[in-house]
């Protein structure tokens, strides 16, 4: 079997060895509750508060700001729940490009609470429309919850956070900032951006699966979505993930002392790619601000519709290419995009491709190789 060809990071990234060295000592010797007044708690204890403290550093917040959770999914879940039963927020104001993570719980909470959700305008290159978001701000004056993503994960764009926040805070609303395609791939100061939560993923950024954060900002009081213990000082009850949480930390520490190498190798791959498919194949678009204000691990790209095309995505898995059409939080199903419906783009056959620092132009040489026989 030929070796396969990985294109997929934003759906996931492989792990770092740097990052499972970390992490073994958490599965074998030190394996004690982190709630135990014992050696063995205390030690698995300090591991948790260091890595708590090293996460809180890199992104400018207080260590009593940033709480480990099992991923972007509970994170997020967690701060829009809050933000409805706990914050006084009586409509949730986000937009049709949101990970269903922020769609589907905003519907639920619409329905379970009958309170309204508004979606932004988004402008033709799929950013956000910041004019409309004001306007949806100023007609009412009933407390608003803005749940907005940083870093598209289908197309790439970003949001200009700090501008959000700053309306958010204008007009007395809560933020919400989905963050966890750019945790570890763009630099947050929570120091200089209103948000009051944002969430983050270690398994985007070479880290382990099952671990994320979720950083609440200490002027916002919230009850937690977990019941049961006193874990995470209060705000999320369960024996703590210790290894994943070591893992998070180091996978975050090791992105920020590569970001400026990886950003440039990246966006390089990025870019040649860009450049060989316009050259090769005609008719191909690309979706999204993607040689603008995007995420340098993201192009998301239309292909001209036609008998080959359409089995575009089976064919490369064949060939052993690993893309994606979308989200690969869907369970698998191939239901297309609701970010693509949503930027108003099905007259192509869509497919995200997604880079980290382990691609090489010699793969981009071979899928393109491929792409003139599939295309």
Same mark, same amino acid.
């Given at each position: 079997?030929?070796?396969?060809?990985?294109?997929?990071?934003?759906?996931?990234?492989?792990?770092?060895?740097?990052?499972?060295?970390?992490?073994?000592?958490?599965?074998?010797?030190?394996?004690?509750?982190?709630?135990?007044?014992?050696?063995?708690?205390?030690?698995?204890?300090?591991?948790?508060?260091?890595?708590?403290?090293?996460?809180?550093?890199?992104?400018?917040?207080?260590?009593?700001?940033?709480?480990?959770?099992?991923?972007?999914?509970?994170?997020?879940?967690?701060?829009?729940? !809050?933000?409805?039963?706990?914050?006084?927020?009586?409509?949730?104001?986000?937009?049709?490009?949101?990970?269903? !993570?922020?769609?589907?719980?905003?519907?639920?909470?619409?329905?379970?609470?009958?309170?309204?959700?508004?979606?932004?305008?988004?402008?033709?290159?799929?950013?956000?429309?910041?004019?409309?978001?004001?306007?949806?701000?100023?007609?009412?004056?009933?407390?608003?919850?803005?749940?907005?993503?940083?870093?598209?994960?289908?197309?790439?764009?970003?949001?200009?956070?700090?501008?959000?926040?700053?309306?958010?805070?204008?007009?007395?609303?809560?933020?919400?900032?989905?963050?966890?395609?750019?945790?570890?791939?763009?630099?947050?100061?929570?120091?200089?951006?209103?948000?009051?939560?944002?969430?983050?993923? !270690?398994?985007?950024?070479?880290?382990?699966?099952?671990?994320?954060?979720?950083?609440?900002?200490?002027?916002?009081?919230?009850?937690?979505?977990?019941?049961?213990?006193?874990?995470?000082?209060?705000?999320?009850?369960?024996?703590?993930?210790?290894?994943?949480?070591?893992?998070?930390?180091?996978?975050?520490?090791?992105?920020?002392?590569?970001?400026?190498?990886?950003?440039?190798?990246?966006?390089?791959?990025?870019?040649?790619?860009?450049?060989?498919?316009?050259?090769?194949?005609?008719?191909?678009?690309?979706?999204?601000?993607?040689?603008?204000?995007?995420?340098?691990?993201?192009?998301?790209?239309?292909?001209?519709?036609?008998?080959?095309?359409?089995?575009?995505?089976? #064919?490369?898995?064949?060939?052993?290419?690993?893309?994606?059409?979308?989200?690969?939080?869907?369970?698998?199903?191939?239901?297309?995009?609701?970010?693509?419906?949503?930027?108003?783009?099905?007259?192509?056959? #869509?497919?995200?491709?997604?880079?980290?620092?382990?691609?090489?132009?010699?793969?981009?040489?071979?899928?393109?190789?491929?792409?003139?026989?599939?295309?």
């Amino acid at each position: 079997m030929a070796s396969r060809i990985y294109f997929d990071n934003a759906a996931t990234t492989s792990i770092d060895p740097v990052v499972l060295d970390a992490m073994m000592p958490f599965f074998t010797n030190h394996f004690g509750n982190p709630s135990s007044i014992y050696s063995y708690g205390r030690e698995t204890r300090n591991a948790i508060e260091k890595s708590r403290k090293s996460v809180s550093e890199i992104l400018s917040a207080h260590p009593s700001e940033i709480f480990f959770t099992s991923g972007g999914t509970e994170s997020s879940n967690t701060a829009i729940n !809050a933000a409805i039963r706990d914050l006084g927020c009586t409509r949730i104001i986000t937009s049709k490009v949101e990970h269903h !993570a922020t769609l589907h719980t905003c519907v639920f909470l619409s329905h379970k609470y009958n309170i309204p959700v508004e979606y932004v305008e988004l402008l033709p290159d799929g950013h956000i429309d910041l004019n409309d978001l004001e306007k949806k701000l100023v007609s009412s004056s009933s407390k608003a919850l803005i749940s907005l993503m940083h870093g598209n994960n289908e197309i790439g764009n970003i949001t200009d956070i700090k501008h959000v926040g700053q309306l958010a805070r204008k007009h007395q609303a809560v933020f919400h900032a989905d963050t966890v395609q750019t945790v570890g791939h763009f630099p947050i100061n929570l120091n200089t951006t209103q948000v009051d939560f944002i969430t983050g993923s !270690a398994h985007k950024i070479h880290g382990p699966k099952g671990t994320g954060i979720l950083y609440v900002n200490s002027s916002t009081q919230i009850s937690p979505l977990l019941h049961g213990g006193g874990q995470e000082r209060n705000m999320r009850a369960g024996t703590e993930n210790i290894y994943g949480i070591v893992g998070f930390a180091k996978a975050l520490e090791l992105s920020v002392v590569h970001h400026q190498s990886d950003y440039t190798y990246i966006s390089n791959l990025k870019e040649y790619l860009r450049h060989s498919l316009i050259e090769k194949i005609n008719g191909v678009t690309f979706n999204g601000d993607h040689a603008g204000n995007s995420l340098y691990t993201v192009l998301n790209v239309g292909f001209p519709k036609n008998e080959k095309s359409e089995m575009l995505l089976l #064919n490369l898995d064949v060939n052993n290419i690993c893309v994606s059409g979308g989200s690969a939080c869907s369970s698998g199903a191939d239901q297309g995009s609701h970010v693509i419906q949503a930027i108003g783009n099905n007259d192509k056959v #869509n497919v995200r491709f997604s880079f980290s620092r382990l691609n090489t132009k010699e793969e981009i040489d071979v899928l393109m190789k491929l792409l003139l026989d599939l295309v």
